[in-house]
């Protein structure tokens, strides 16, 4: 189990850093540098960049970090950790969700992509892959 932990966390820690590094550069203005030669601002400047007023890039950092801080809580606190990968499953589920969605709206309506948006929710889907795991280790 503990490998998944170890996974685990490296995988919300790189997300963090990913969708850090999007917050980082809308908030100084920068422009994205897409190393696929796309228009990531095509899609983090588009109508879907935000859910009520909170932009996605945002929402991400509170997810990865949520995701960390809980399963470093669930590791520290055993006696609750059933419960926190619980808590953590489902947010995972909403977190996949969303990145099906927000992929979807990227090539069907977009019709570009930004990579550090894919990357992110690439690492979300592999969050919910290691959650499902950790779920059935904890419940047995």
């Given at each position: ?12 820690i ?15 203005k920068?422009p ?16 879907w ?57 990227q ?25 499902i ?8």
């Amino acid at each position: 189990m503990t490998i998944y932990v170890a996974t685990f966390l490296g995988l919300a820690i790189l997300g963090l850093a990913d969708t850090g590094y999007l917050a980082f550069r809308h908030t100084r203005k920068k422009p994205l540098v897409c190393p696929l030669d796309h228009d990531c601002s095509k899609v983090t400047e588009s109508k879907w960049s935000s859910v009520l007023g909170i932009r996605n890039e945002y929402l991400g950092v509170l997810y990865y970090a949520g995701m960390v801080i809980g399963m470093a809580a669930a590791f520290i606190l055993t006696a609750w950790q059933p419960l926190l990968i619980l808590l953590m499953f489902f947010s995972a589920s909403i977190g996949v969700l969303y990145s099906l969605f927000l992929v979807a709206v990227q090539f069907v309506l977009i019709k570009d992509y930004c990579f550090y948006c894919l990357v992110s929710a690439g690492i979300t889907f592999l969050l919910f892959l290691n959650i499902i795991t950790l779920l059935g280790a904890v419940t047995k």
